[in-house]
Nanobody, 127 residues
Framework: VQLQASGGGLVQAGDSLRLSCAAS????????TGWFRQAPGKEREFVAV????????YYASSVEGRFTISRDNAKNTVYLQMNSLKPEDTGVYYC?????????????????????WGQGTLVTVSS
């Protein structure tokens, strides 16, 4: 699976952005897709994940209610709609794919368990 993240940019606090993660190389069947972010000088953190069927989503508490993750399996693309952006949302956003076949969980927030990663897209929110 190859992942290509896009849609980042420079915005002001309160603005919105939509990130896209386009996958190629195989279908999305059995693959959960997550978004992570990494701020300068900080560790990569979980943002959101959508299960392969698309019916279940999970969010970090810091973004719940502001961010929405969705997927279009026909386009092999996962989106992260980010509203009411805050300066603390600044960072490089990565999408990642977790093939959960044979794994003992439905979804995970642990970056180490994801099998494939995109190159990241920079989001900068000014105050």
């Amino acid at each position: 699976v190859q992942l290509q993240a896009s849609g980042g940019g420079l915005v002001q606090a309160g603005d919105s952005l939509r990130l896209s993660c386009a996958a190629s190389g195989r279908t999305f069947s059995s693959v959960n897709t997550g978004w992570f972010r990494q701020a300068p000088g900080k560790e990569r953190e979980f943002v959101a994940v959508i299960r392969w069927g698309g019916s279940s989503t999970y969010y970090a508490s810091s973004v719940e209610g502001r961010f929405t993750i969705s997927r279009d399996n026909a386009k092999n693309t996962v989106y992260l709609q980010m509203n009411s952006l805050k300066p603390e949302d600044t960072g490089v956003y990565y999408c990642a794919a977790d093939d959960v076949r044979g794994k003992a969980y439905l979804y995970t927030q642990a970056a180490s368990r994801y099998d494939y990663w995109g190159q990241g897209t920079l989001v900068t929110v000014s105050s």
